[in-house]
C-alpha cells in the first residue's frame, strides 16, 4: 500500500511513451550538434593521375552545397589536345548531405587513411581535407581500408566524372560536333549504370545541345534523355 508521500510507478504504456520522448529529445540535440559543427565547413578531394584524363582535378564543396571544380589534362585519352577546365555548380542537397556525413564517419580525416599495402596498385595520389572553424585536417592516400572513405571516394570519382563529360560536351560541340555521337552514347550508359553523380550539373550543356539543330537528331534526341533521366543510385 503507498501512502499520499510515496510516488507511485507509471503505468508500462506512460513508462514506454516517456522513454520514447527523452530517446528523441537526445536524437534531436545530437543532430542539431551535427548540424552547427558542418556550419562554414568545407571538404576538398584532389586526385593526381600522371598520363590519365585528367591528370589533376580538384572539387572544393562548401557546407552549402556550392560546389568549385577544377582539372586539367588532355580532353580524352585519344586526343592530344590538352585543356584546363574550372566550373562551379551547386550540389543536390542529398549529395552535399551524405559527403558530410561520410567525412564525420571518416573522423574528418585526422586519423591514419591509407591503407600502407605498398603491394597495391598506383591508382592515383589522392587528398581529402576538412576544414571548419574548430578543424583543419588531411589525409593523403593511394587506397584506403575504411569504409567511409572508400565511400566518399567512389563519390568524387562519381561526380567528377560527370563534369568531364561535360567538359568534353562543350568542347566537342564548338569544335566537334561530330564526335558528340560517341561522347553522348558513354554518357548514357554510364549514367543508367549509375556511374555518374549529378548529372543535373551538366544540364545546360546537354540543353544547348538538344536546342542546336546543326547537331544530328540522334544526338540531341539521346541529350533530351539524359535531361530527362530520374537520378540513378550511385554505386558509392
Not at 539543330?213 to 530520374?230: D, E, F, G
Amino acid at each position: 500500500m503507498f501512502t499520499e508521500k510515496e510516488s507511485r510507478p507509471l503505468p508500462l504504456p506512460d513508462r514506454i511513451a516517456f522513454c520514447a520522448i527523452v530517446l528523441l529529445a537526445g536524437y534531436l540535440m545530437v543532430g542539431a550538434t551535427i548540424g552547427a559543427a558542418a556550419d562554414g565547413a568545407s571538404i576538398s578531394f584532389s586526385l593526381d593521375f600522371p598520363n590519365s584524363s585528367p591528370e589533376h582535378y580538384e572539387i572544393l564543396v562548401q557546407n552549402d552545397g556550392k560546389t568549385r571544380y577544377v582539372s586539367s589534362g588532355r580532353i580524352s585519352q585519344d586526343s592530344d589536345v590538352r585543356d584546363d577546365y574550372e566550373t562551379d555548380v551547386t550540389l543536390s542537397d542529398a549529395t552535399r548531405t551524405r559527403i558530410f556525413e561520410l567525412a564525420a564517419q571518416a573522423h574528418y580525416f585526422s586519423g591514419k587513411v591509407d591503407s600502407g599495402n605498398k603491394k597495391l596498385a598506383f591508382t592515383g595520389a589522392k587528398k581529402l581535407v576538412y576544414k571548419d572553424d574548430e578543424r583543419n585536417s588531411s589525409a593523403e592516400y593511394n587506397y584506403s581500408t575504411q569504409p567511409a572513405v572508400q565511400q566518399l571516394t567512389t563519390l568524387f570519382q562519381s561526380v567528377s566524372a560527370t563534369l568531364e563529360f561535360g567538359r568534353r560536351l562543350t568542347y566537342y560541340h564548338r569544335y566537334q560536333k561530330l564526335a558528340l555521337d560517341d561522347e553522348t552514347k558513354r554518357m548514357e550508359d554510364q549514367a543508367r549504370s549509375g556511374e555518374l553523380a549529378e548529372v543535373k550539373a551538366v544540364a545546360p550543356i546537354l540543353q544547348m545541345i538538344y536546342d542546336d539543330t546543326s547537331v544530328l537528331k540522334v544526338v540531341r534526341a539521346r541529350a533530351l534523355r539524359i535531361l530527362q533521366m530520374p537520378p540513378v543510385a550511385s554505386r558509392n
